[in-house]
């Protein structure tokens, strides 16, 4: 009996045993699925190129990138997990309420210069993606640096009734009548890639005119003017055919034989470029159906 008693015990630990061992893989495997899945995002959203400086050796998303607009010059914040300087104290409510809602840890109001204008579209499986990559990026003890804006913009408490006036925090919402390609090109454009941010004109007060969605705007990042990417054949890209499109999102060829430069070519080499090819060719599906608009 005690035999028995001892056998049965033994087999009952190497069960124990083989549970635990299969446990960590699979989550183990899990974390290492949805990291992955925050890269895309991270790559899609754009994340590198805005928040790492451009002088020589810039640590990755250490911030300091100087974003120059109309309404004055914003310097991009640390999103590495250090704690002080970073995000390294953010959970991931804090995470979702600055892409949705764009309000800090500490209830700041952030400027739509981060366009969470268009993030707040965002799934909650994205979020919960990225804030898994972006708590394992190198941290960086940089700390942030204050915009150059005039003084009528420096009243942050402001950015609550531009808020109301301007920003919907609402979530992406599928179309049922169209199909999985379409509202995931949707998606890619106009929640994580955000390119309404730079190719839809804005309003005296910084927002963005919906009327004029994709548009093309002479008033850019940095100087650049973003052209027009509606179905118009003289004015936007009505003329490109589906193959045309996929070429100049993934290498920034144009038709002409020209090549994207200024800020699209570093939204091509730090963004674009990584899309699978399914996600291209569901951007090109939504592209096709935008609504055609003069310049």
């Known amino acids: 009996m005690f035999a028995y008693s001892a056998r049965r015990r033994a087999g009952g630990g190497v069960l124990l045993l083989s549970l635990m061992v299969w446990w960590g893989v699979a989550v183990g495997d899990a974390g290492a699925e949805l990291q992955q899945r925050g890269e895309y995002v991270f790559r899609i959203a754009g994340c590198?190129?805005?928040h790492t400086g451009k002088e020589e050796g810039?640590?990755?998303l250490a911030g300091g990138r100087r974003?120059?607009?109309p309404l004055g010059t914003f310097l991009?914040?640390?999103i590495t997990p250090h704690p002080e300087h970073g995000i390294g104290r953010w959970s991931l409510g804090d995470v979702s309420r600055a892409l949705r809602s764009g309000e800090s840890r500490e209830s700041i109001h952030l400027y739509p210069a981060f366009p969470y204008t268009s993030y707040a579209g965002m799934v909650d499986e994205d979020i919960q993606a990225l804030m898994a990559y972006l708590e394992r990026v190198p941290k960086a003890d940089k700390p942030n640096q204050p915009h150059e804006l005039p003084w009528y913009?420096?009243?942050r408490p402001l950015l609550y009734l531009w808020k109301l006036l301007f920003h919907d925090p609402e979530p992406f919402v599928r179309q049922a009548e169209k199909s999985a390609a379409w509202n995931r090109g949707a998606y890619l454009v106009n929640v994580l890639g955000h390119c309404g941010e730079c190719h839809t004109p804005r309003n005296i007060f910084g927002a963005l005119d919906r009327e004029r969605h994709l548009g093309g705007n002479p008033g850019g990042i940095?100087?650049?003017s973003a052209p027009n990417i509606t179905?118009?054949?003289d004015d936007g890209i009505g003329d490109w055919s589906p193959g045309e499109i996929r070429e100049y999102v993934r290498s920034g060829l144009l038709p002409d034989g020209d090549v994207a430069g200024g800020i699209?070519?570093?939204?091509i080499e730090e963004s674009l470029e990584y899309l699978s090819d399914e996600d291209i060719d569901a951007v090109v599906t939504y592209l096709r159906t935008v609504p055609a608009l003069e310049d």
Do not use: F, I, Q, W
């Not at 699209?264 to 939204?267: F, T």
């Open 48 to 50: 590198k190129g805005c």
């Open 58 to 60: 810039a640590a990755p």
């Open 222 to 224: 940095e100087g650049d």
């Open 264 to 267: 699209m070519a570093e939204v």
């Open 153 to 155: 913009l420096r009243y």
């Open 76 to 78: 991009s914040p640390n």
């Open 231 to 233: 179905t118009h054949p």
């Open 67 to 69: 974003l120059e607009t």
